[in-house]
């Protein structure tokens, strides 16, 4: 794992970004959320993609940045999605979503 940190601001249902809207764009994103209403703040955007969270943090999203790791890496022999894990607009990343996920799920139950 490279890092699955508990985001407790990442809560609700995240809704996922049509293919039509381009998601490196931030015209294009203000739009999809001004359409839909989705409170960037309360909102996350995950990619595969450094350069795709750029706009999306721009806005005041939560952003994760999904890499490949294990098995997966090993396999494909090529560590170019790692680029940009460092970018100051990938806040969080992590090579398996569903550990991630169950961390904020833990994090979001009442105590």
Avoid: C
């Amino acid at each position: 794992m490279i890092s699955h940190v508990p985001a407790p601001r990442i809560a609700g249902v995240m809704t996922a970004v049509p293919r039509q809207v381009r998601r490196n764009d931030l015209a294009a994103q203000a739009k999809f959320v001004a359409a839909t209403g989705v409170d960037p703040k309360k909102a996350a955007m995950f990619e595969d993609l450094s350069r795709n969270l750029e706009a999306p943090k721009a806005l005041g999203m939560a952003t994760v940045l999904i890499v490949p790791g294990g098995a997966v890496l090993e396999a494909l022999g090529e560590a170019w999605e790692l680029e940009g894990r460092d970018a100051p607009y990938v806040d969080f990343v992590t090579d398996n979503l569903a550990v991630f996920l169950e961390d904020i799920r833990r994090e979001m139950r009442p105590r």
